[in-house]
């Protein structure tokens, strides 16, 4: 019986990684799902109001509801530029190792960070864009708008710093993990 000497060398590769421990594993996994969520809602996000936005253009043949829907796929499209070149290396681990499961666990809070602070921004811009929109073609607003407004955008403030705080915990904490594995 003749042995392979590739596949000899891939079972001694194999009995040298390291064991991936459940948890790490398990929380790789479940950001991976969390990734596909998203991404299957930022489709629906795409879907729905690039699509409401131009169906409401066609139908209604104002000018005014063009420059809207123009304006929404552009934001739809800077949006999904960044989704993609922020998950660029982020999708899975290119080994069964603890430091490639760490390195991809940094690598994904460090996108998460990123996304956090674009999403914020990206949202105040949607926010002053709308309000701008509204002015121009319904005149000033009325005081409750302007309120829930204000509430809203200070909500969505608050929970960026909040999440990226959190993030930043997390990140100093898989730091942390790696340094100590490689020493």
């Not at 879907?47 to 104002?62: E, P, V």
């Not at 121009?136 to 990226?164: H, R």
Request: hydrophobic letters at 55%; proline letters at 2%.
């Amino acid at each position: 019986m003749t042995i392979d000497p590739e596949l000899e060398v891939w079972r001694e590769q194999w009995r040298g990684e390291d064991i991936v421990p459940d948890g790490l594993r398990r929380k790789v996994e479940r950001q991976t799902r969390m990734i596909r969520i998203a991404l299957a809602l930022d489709v629906l996000v795409t879907i729905l109001m690039g699509g409401w936005t131009t169906t409401w253009a066609i139908t209604s043949r104002l000018a005014s509801v063009a420059v809207l829907a123009v304006a929404t796929w552009i934001f739809i499209a800077v949006a999904w530029i960044f989704v993609i070149a922020n998950l660029r290396g982020a999708w899975a681990p290119h080994e069964l190792s603890v430091a490639e499961f760490t390195r991809l666990s940094i690598s994904r809070c460090r996108a998460r960070l990123r996304a956090t602070l674009f999403g914020g921004a990206l949202a105040i811009v949607e926010i002053v864009f709308c309000l701008w929109w509204l002015a121009s073609n319904y005149g000033a607003q009325d005081p409750a708008t302007m309120a829930v407004v204000g509430v809203g955008t200070a909500v969505v403030i608050g929970v960026c710093a909040w999440y990226y705080r959190r993030q930043r915990r997390e990140l100093s904490i898989l730091s942390a993990a790696e340094r100590a594995e490689h020493s």
